[in-house]
């Protein structure tokens, strides 16, 4: 390893890497602190890094892998607020067991080929997967390059392999019932015309919520939309315009498809929650500025990243090298976007 090499994984200049060894003015903190924590994962001690200034334990680098397709995991998808804060928790956990987080986007088509590629020139101490629209076939090969690796957003229960999950179904039934609770009946229900775990899980216990009370969701009133596209959707105003009755409310897969859902519900004259009421799931950031709020499925990001790089660790450091997979709870939260029908009929 010389400098050259850390230059190139540091994606700094040979004078970058000079001053931030020699402690240097020329650089900021960040990129210095940069520049040293790769050397440190490569095991490349400089002789003039100040005995003030070495850590003690090397850091390692954590990889961060999100597989890329048009449909779930787009190719902005660091930009969408789900990802986004996935993503902001997961650094912010990195760093806190002094390691370095480094982002990898891969194409789906090509996920095994170029992750290889990509720890060949930046070996990692262990993998965070984002499996939300991987398959086991996807995942396997990954398994058996790399010892450490954690699957984020998908659990597959007959694998054995660390995952970390949303409760999925959970969230589901919790919906139902509020949607119950509140003394809606007649309730449709909009899929993600892209089927994944996560979203056949929410159907899931929506629909065990609903028998526990006789209910069934009618056959017109189920509707598919885009799962990742926060605009009004022609085919479900269509469809909306074409019913005889109105459902008293909704359930959507995602906040996505509800913001969507709330869009196209007001493009075409229904209010909401007046006419119908709007329920997603995730609680996005932008569910607190649509109008109105809505009322969804918290998932709580933060224990997600938290237990996820938590189980990361204790496989590098050989503590619990166990395959373990956790699940974590969901809670409703109540906005505007939800009527009771008692209030809706005074209205």
Do not use: W
């Amino acid at each position: 390893m010389k400098i050259d090499d850390i230059a190139r994984l540091a994606g700094v200049s040979k004078a970058a890497v000079s001053l931030a060894f020699n402690n240097k003015p020329g650089v900021s903190e960040q990129t210095r602190e940069h520049i040293l924590d790769i050397a440190q994962a490569h095991g490349y001690r400089p002789r003039t890094l100040k005995s003030d200034k070495e850590i003690q334990k090397p850091h390692a680098i954590i990889r961060f892998v999100a597989c890329k397709n048009a449909d779930i995991v787009t190719e902005h998808y660091d930009s969408l607020p789900f990802f986004n804060e996935l993503i902001h928790h997961i650094t912010d956990q990195v760093k806190q067991h002094g390691n370095t987080l480094v982002i990898s986007s891969i194409d789906i088509q090509n996920l095994h080929h170029e992750l290889l590629a990509l720890e060949k020139d930046q070996p990692s101490a262990g993998i965070l997967l984002l499996g939300t629209n991987l398959t086991p076939d996807m995942i396997e090969p990954i398994r058996s390059h790399h010892a450490n690796v954690v699957i984020l957003d998908t659990c597959f229960e007959y694998m054995d392999a660390s995952f970390i999950s949303i409760n999925n179904k959970l969230g589901g039934y919790q919906a139902g019932q509020h949607l119950i609770k509140i003394g809606h009946r007649r309730i449709g229900y909009v899929r993600s015309h892209t089927r994944i775990v996560n979203f056949v899980q929410r159907e899931e216990g929506f629909n065990a919520a609903l028998r526990e009370h006789q209910l069934t969701v009618e056959d017109g009133l189920f509707f598919d939309m885009h799962p990742m596209r926060v605009m009004p959707q022609e085919g479900f105003q269509q469809s909306i315009q074409q019913l005889a009755e109105l459902p008293t409310a909704i359930f959507c897969e995602n906040d996505y498809i509800a913001i969507s859902a709330i869009k196209s519900l007001q493009n075409i004259g229904v209010r909401v929650p007046e006419d119908v009421s709007v329920m997603g799931f995730d609680n996005i950031f932008e569910a607190k500025v649509i109008s109105p709020e809505l009322t969804t499925v918290h998932v709580k990001k933060d224990l997600l990243a938290k237990n996820a790089v938590k189980l990361l660790m204790e496989k590098i450091d050989h503590t619990d090298p166990n395959a373990v997979q956790l699940v974590v709870n969901t809670e409703i939260v109540e906005r505007r976007s939800c009527i009771s029908v008692v209030v809706k009929n005074q209205k």
